[in-house]
Nanobody, 123 residues
Framework: QVQLVESGGGLVQAGGSLRLSCAAS????????MAWFRQAPGKERAFVAA????????YYADSVKGRFTISRDSAKNTVYLQMNSLLPEDTAVYYC????????????????WGQGTQVTVSS
């Protein structure tokens, strides 16, 4: 089992920034990739960004490229999502997740999920 705890969400004005954190504990040796997804009301959970645990390769959804940055601290088993130039359409619950395989945009590729943290961007 891997436990994930997200933090850092909140309310911000459009154009502002937030930094999300996700701390992993438990069987962290099984982690091969970590990712952030988000889910807005009435919409399906959508891929945001992912990072490989072995070489820190990163992957982004087109909608966040150039604005969001995913990074990791292996010593702390923590992944971060720096979100800049936030838009109202970024409003969602953000979830972190872990995978035993390669980074993927597919929800089903991830086996452990955090409880989510709310990000609200006002216009």
């Amino acid at each position: 089992q891997v436990q994930l705890v997200e933090s850092g969400g909140g309310l911000v004005q459009a154009g502002g920034s937030l930094r999300l954190s996700c701390a992993a504990s438990g069987r962290t040796f099984s982690i091969s990739a970590m990712a952030w997804f988000r889910q807005a009301p009435g919409k399906e959970r959508a891929f945001v960004a992912a990072i490989s645990w072995s070489d820190s390769s990163t992957y982004y959804a087109d909608s966040v490229k150039g604005r969001f940055t995913i990074s990791r601290d292996s010593a702390k088993n923590t992944v971060y999502l720096q979100m800049n130039s936030l838009l109202p359409e970024d409003t969602a619950v953000y979830y972190c997740a872990t995978s035993r395989g390669l980074p993927s945009v597919v929800v089903g590729s991830y086996n452990y999920w955090g409880q989510g943290t709310q990000v609200t961007v006002s216009s």
